[in-house]
């Protein structure tokens, strides 16, 4: 059974794929893409050269500003969660940091530590 892809998840694909090979290029090792937690997905999973694990968001937008603004609290807590649950045990063991890649049509650029889990 095959099923068709929306224009806007085709789209999202190759922002994936372009994000990819950036995050490839700036050293850090991909461990998954699309990687479904629960109800939550975390877009691209890496590690860095310190052992950091690094979730990433993929946005594609206009502008730098309009992709970090569409990732809002409730999105930055369903990241963490999703993190948090990916990690499991090792939790409180591995150092973990959020970046954000946007894609628009000025390019592709990597936001390093786009945003920090809220402290409880």
Excluded at 5 to 26: F, H, N, P, S, Y
Excluded at 78 to 99: K, N, Q, S
Excluded at 105 to 116: K, L, S, T, Y
Aim: hydrophobic letters at 40%.
């Amino acid at each position: 059974m095959t099923t068709s892809r929306t224009k806007q998840q085709v789209t999202g694909d190759g922002a994936e794929a372009a994000a990819v090979a950036l995050l490839e290029r700036a050293g850090l090792k991909v461990l998954g893409r699309n990687v479904k937690v629960g109800n939550d997905e975390l877009d691209v999973i890496c590690v860095d050269d310190k052992d950091v694990m690094v979730f990433v968001e993929v946005r594609r937008r206009t502008t730098r500003a309009d992709a970090l603004e569409s990732i809002g609290k409730s999105k930055q807590n369903r990241i963490v969660r999703a993190a948090t649950r990916f990690l499991g045990p090792e939790v409180h063991r591995r150092f973990m940091r959020f970046d954000v890649v946007v894609v628009s049509p000025n390019g592709i650029e990597h936001v390093v530590d786009a945003f920090r889990p809220l402290s409880r």
